[in-house]
């Protein structure tokens, strides 16, 4: 019974293992998912652009970095998923767009500002972003105790005379929000609003109503960019980093494997969890849509080695109880008892590393 279990054990491990390097080498069904070669490279693989703006004032607020990193998000998006936009210092904001070579066309695309409007229900404009000075996200208890979200406003004086006028005039009527063309809200006027602080009522949630007081912030910003600098990044360096990496980490494989063959009696198994393991990583790489990186991958190549650490402890162990004299079945089962404390230490600490 137990030789038969064992014998379906190798079975189903062998099956495993050449469906995962199936999967990474070719990939599943007509999308091929799963396949090394889908997966999504960084910028310092796929090439792309990069680009540092700053601030034309010395010191903007943080309100204005965060909403300008977010605006320049949601532009760059349309380029790449795997675009990036960060805070650098006080007034400076970086882009890297992987997979692009235009570099100019992207800096006339992002230098545009985004164009926010309240418009009537036939179109016509009846305020613009710059009319609006802030919009807050923020709850409050309506007349049946019921907890709600709005959005609050702050305008202008401008846009005060603007907005009382256009309530005054579109009264049980929608006014739609409209962002870059999209049309993101479309509040129904309650009443006739003076006093410049109108407010978005009913939101469904209090993060719905933060990104509509994001969206608006933004479409009224005046913070002004300058470019710093931008360049093209080859995608020839990083076929060269990837060509070069996949040489050192098949060295560093068969090494391993090598060495735990060489040394340990049970080494091939500890060869075949490797190449699981490395299978396996590839394949999720790609089902998760992750992006990989030249650090990315010289963190695999590193892990290659330490992923056989549990196997060496156990091994060792197990080498240890042979030399004194106990049966295979008995040193193994001893072996594991005595290395498992040694191998959850060992992990819960580079967990917290980590």
């Known amino acids: 019974m137990k030789k038969n279990t064992g014998i379906l054990t190798l079975l189903l491990t ?20 799963g396949a090394a070669e889908n997966i999504k490279l960084g910028l310092d693989l796929a090439g792309g652009v990069s680009i540092t703006y700053q601030t034309v004032i010395d010191n903007p607020t943080q309100e204005q970095m965060d909403d300008t990193v977010y605006k320049l998000q949601k532009r760059v998006e349309g380029y790449s998923t795997e675009a990036v936009v960060y805070q650098e210092g006080g007034n400076r904001i970086n882009i890297e767009i992987p997979g692009v070579s235009d ?11 985004g164009s926010l409007e309240f418009q009537d229900i036939r179109g016509n404009v009846l305020i613009e972003g710059t009319d609006i000075k802030s919009a807050e996200a923020r709850g409050y208890t309506d007349n049946l105790g019921k907890n709600s979200y709005e959005v609050a406003l702050t305008l202008t004086d401008e846009g005060a005379e603007k907005f009382a006028e256009a309530t005054r005039e579109n009264l049980g009527l929608q006014i739609p929000i409209v962002y870059d063309g999209e049309v993101i809200s479309a509040p129904t006027v309650q009443a006739e609003i003076t006093g410049g602080n109108p407010s978005i009522t009913n939101m469904e949630s209090f993060e719905a109503a933060e990104r509509l007081a994001s969206t608006i912030r933004i479409g009224s910003l005046q913070l002004e960019l300058t470019e710093l600098r931008s360049k093209v990044v080859g995608a020839q360096l990083g076929e060269e980093a990837i060509s070069s990496s996949l040489k050192a980490g098949a060295v560093g494989f068969v090494l391993v494997l090598i060495f735990m063959v060489a040394v340990y009696l049970p080494g091939l198994a500890s060869g075949i969890a490797l190449t699981i393991y490395v299978a396996l990583m590839l394949v999720l790489l790609n089902a998760f849509e992750l992006t990989l990186t030249l650090p990315g991958i010289a963190g695999i190549i590193l892990s290659i080695g330490m992923a056989v650490d549990a196997n060496v402890i156990i091994f060792a162990r197990i080498r240890e109880e042979l030399a004194t004299g106990k049966t295979v079945r008995s040193a193994m089962k001893i072996g594991f008892k005595k290395a498992l404390s040694a191998i959850v230490d060992g992990n819960i600490t580079t967990l917290i590393a980590a």
């Open 14 to 33: 062998a099956l495993v293992t050449a469906g995962l390097l199936y999967g990474a080498a070719v990939g599943f069904g007509e999308t091929r998912t």
């Open 103 to 113: 570099a100019n066309a992207i800096l006339e695309e992002l230098g545009r500002p």
